[in-house]
């Protein structure tokens, strides 16, 4: 199970993560494979190391942790929407972070 930052808890699917991967890479060079290369990753971190529940920060830290190597565009776009910025400084500092 996922436990989202409301509370609430849902079976975890692989399919949410390529399609968030897929939004962020968007006219990008990356490729699927490496796309679906980091949802498997993520796969089998959660089934290797979470018996039961694992939180969705701790899925959405690892795939920026990836996207920030692979592509600092994607992982700008991944960020803003994971990290919900309401202050533009706070994205601008985000965004120095990987200059």
Same mark, same amino acid.
């Given at each position: 199970? #996922?436990?989202?930052? !409301?509370?609430?808890? %849902?079976?975890? !699917? %692989?399919?949410?993560?390529? *399609?968030?991967?897929?939004?962020?890479?968007?006219? *990008?060079? #990356?490729? =699927?494979?490496?796309? !679906?290369? @980091?949802?498997? %990753?993520?796969?089998?971190?959660?089934?290797?190391? &979470?018996?039961?529940?694992?939180?969705?920060?701790? @899925?959405?830290?690892? @795939?920026?942790? *990836?996207?920030?190597?692979?592509?600092?565009?994607?992982?700008? *776009? &991944?960020?803003?929407?994971?990290?919900? &910025?309401?202050?533009?400084?706070? &994205?601008?500092?985000?965004?120095?972070?990987? =200059?």
């Amino acid at each position: 199970m #996922v436990v989202k930052k !409301n509370g609430l808890k %849902e079976t975890y !699917n %692989e399919s949410k993560i390529l *399609r968030s991967l897929a939004v962020a890479c968007s006219k *990008r060079p #990356v490729s =699927s494979e490496q796309m !679906n290369s @980091i949802a498997t %990753e993520i796969t089998d971190m959660v089934k290797n190391n &979470f018996k039961r529940e694992i939180s969705s920060t701790a @899925i959405g830290e690892h @795939i920026m942790e *990836r996207l920030r190597k692979l592509d600092k565009v994607a992982y700008v *776009r &991944f960020a803003s929407v994971y990290k919900d &910025f309401t202050d533009p400084k706070l &994205f601008a500092e985000e965004v120095d972070k990987i =200059s």
